[in-house]
């Protein structure tokens, strides 16, 4: 724009100094004032649009939904409840999740990734990437290029961004424009890519039902321009106790009745709000469980020096990481010979079945050590006998019960063809996740391994 005006003025001769005579200069004077009152408040609101929205990307387009009184864009609230193995809801001792799916629909399971446990799988959740992309390949693990173990339950260390790969939904969300809430989730404290969630409450074991379910309201009734289009919330209550008191266990029924009220808590949240038709509720969970057979817990210590390795990683699977590389084939060879007959199988990293997606990164052990369901392998010195949990997870996805939960409801999912008898659709990996929900809160997506579009649509 400055150079179109440098260019009328200078044929205007208004630049160019001329000497120049009265009638010159009242001709002169007639095309500025004509200049003035026309042709520049024509340059500047053009400039002030195209200041005003510099490129579509940028600019939100109008709310689409309205509940009587607030304009609102499209929403996804996703709550993970740890642990919720598909089968539970059989027991029908969760009727407001029942109802729930009944308004919506279900998948007939989410498969969760390789290794079935919570870190990795949270995190891909999230981020649409095999545990191998995003770098959070175990609860516990080491990194020999940072030379440096991350541990889930020491937020201190687990907090910094080194480990965190890929982009998160509540990154992707801020990164376009948009904003994110985020209670409880894992990697929801850290940086990531430069960014961490607009709004976020940190993990905290002591929160009550109330707490939770009044932190997400808390982030629906903020004024449009600040309200999160994507929010997150976590309860551990069912992972917990069928961890301590296994998944058939009377108080693994009552940590249902919990997240069952949880649940209720959050509908009737949005119920009191107007907003059932029009916040899209996704209810996950990173995993099942399995009853731990006591008498199946094997050590290795007979196949090798168990001092010449680290920490024995991936409970209750086993990753066998020597402290020296040169012993890496020994005990390799060592644990084969061990395994020979056995139903537990020892792989050298780059033997991991292909299905598993579970090489490419040297956060995972050079050897990995894979049990049957309900079994443990582990070392005398890895295991504290009086420890053995009544429930564990952690083992090859493709097994029944290490299946969790997709359930979902809310205005994206009417269009879905479902089946008339329960409202399924066919289950599907918990990498599909990331595409669902970008595609509903339309962001474009990053790099990630699941279908594109949303396989829900797709
Ligand atoms: C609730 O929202 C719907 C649109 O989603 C609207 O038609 C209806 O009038 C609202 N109800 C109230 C009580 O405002
Ligand atoms: C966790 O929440 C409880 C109850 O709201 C609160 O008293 C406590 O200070 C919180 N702890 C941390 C570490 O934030
Ligand atoms: C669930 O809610 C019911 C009714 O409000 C209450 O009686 C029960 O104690 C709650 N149970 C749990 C485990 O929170
Ligand atoms: C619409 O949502 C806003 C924000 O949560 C809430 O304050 C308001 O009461 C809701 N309106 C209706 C008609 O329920
Ligand atoms: C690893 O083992 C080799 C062969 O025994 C030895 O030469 C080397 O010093 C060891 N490296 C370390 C770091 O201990
Ligand atoms: C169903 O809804 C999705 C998401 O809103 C949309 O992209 C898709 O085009 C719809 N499909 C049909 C067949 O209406
Ligand atoms: C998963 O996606 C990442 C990022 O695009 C890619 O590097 C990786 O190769 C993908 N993994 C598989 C198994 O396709
Ligand atoms: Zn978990």
Redesign the pocket.
């Known amino acids: 724009m400055r150079e179109e005006l440098d260019d009328i003025r200078e044929r205007e001769g208004l630049l160019s100094g001329d000497p120049a005579d009265g009638r010159h200069k009242d001709r002169l004077n007639f095309i500025l004032r004509t200049f003035m009152k026309i042709t520049l408040p024509l340059i500047l609101v053009g400039t002030i649009l195209i200041l005003a929205f510099p490129s579509k990307n940028l600019e939100r387009s109008a709310p689409k939904y309205f509940n009587g009184s607030h304009d609102f864009h499209s929403t996804v609230l996703l709550v993970s409840y740890d642990g919720f193995r598909e089968d539970y809801l059989e027991r029908m001792i969760t009727p407001h999740i029942a109802e729930f799916i009944r308004k919506g629909i279900k998948a007939e399971f989410m498969m969760p990734s390789f290794p079935s446990v919570t870190f990795p799988n949270h995190y891909t959740i999230v981020t649409g990437l095999y545990p191998e992309s995003h770098g959070i390949v175990g609860n516990e693990f080491y990194d020999p290029i940072l030379e440096d173990n991350f541990i889930y339950t020491s937020p201190h260390q687990s907090i910094d961004s080194k480990w965190w790969g890929g982009e998160p939904l509540w990154v992707t969300a801020v990164k376009q424009g948009q904003k994110s809430g985020v209670s409880q989730w894992v990697g929801s404290s850290s940086v990531i890519k430069g960014y961490r969630p607009t709004y976020h409450f940190?993990y905290?074991s002591?929160?009550t039902i109330k707490?939770k379910v009044s932190q997400v309201m808390s982030w629906l009734d903020l004024p449009l321009d600040e309200r999160p289009t994507f929010i997150a919330t976590y309860a551990r209550n069912v992972d917990l106790e069928g961890h301590r008191s296994g998944p058939y266990s009377v108080n693994l029924n009552n940590a249902l009745t919990y997240v069952d009220n949880m649940t209720h808590g959050l509908l009737e949240g949005l119920a009191q709000r107007n907003l059932t038709d029009i916040v899209n509720v996704i209810i996950v969970s990173d995993h099942g469980m399995a009853q731990t057979i006591p008498s199946n817990i094997v050590k290795l210590d007979n196949s090798f020096d168990v001092s010449k390795i680290r920490p024995i990683e991936g409970f209750p699977l086993a990753g066998v990481r020597p402290y020296n590389d040169s012993d890496v084939l020994d005990i390799y060879l060592g644990l084969k010979d061990a395994s020979y007959n056995q139903p537990w199988e020892c792989f050298a990293r780059e033997e991991i079945p292909e299905r598993f997606h579970f090489r490419a990164s040297l956060r995972i052990a050079p050897i990995f050590c894979i049990p049957p369901v309900g079994w443990v392998l582990t070392t005398n010195r890895d295991f504290d006998h009086h420890k053995i949990p009544r429930g564990t997870h952690g083992y090859d996805n493709l097994e029944p019960e290490m299946r969790g939960i997709f359930f979902a409801s809310g205005p994206a999912f009417k269009n879905i063809t479902r089946e008339m008898k329960d409202n399924a659709v066919k289950g599907f990996i918990n990498t599909e996740v990331y595409n669902i929900v970008a595609k509903i809160l339309d962001l474009v997506p990053a790099e990630n391994n699941g279908t594109t579009g949303g396989i829900l649509w797709s």
């Open positions: 940190p905290n002591s929160l707490d």
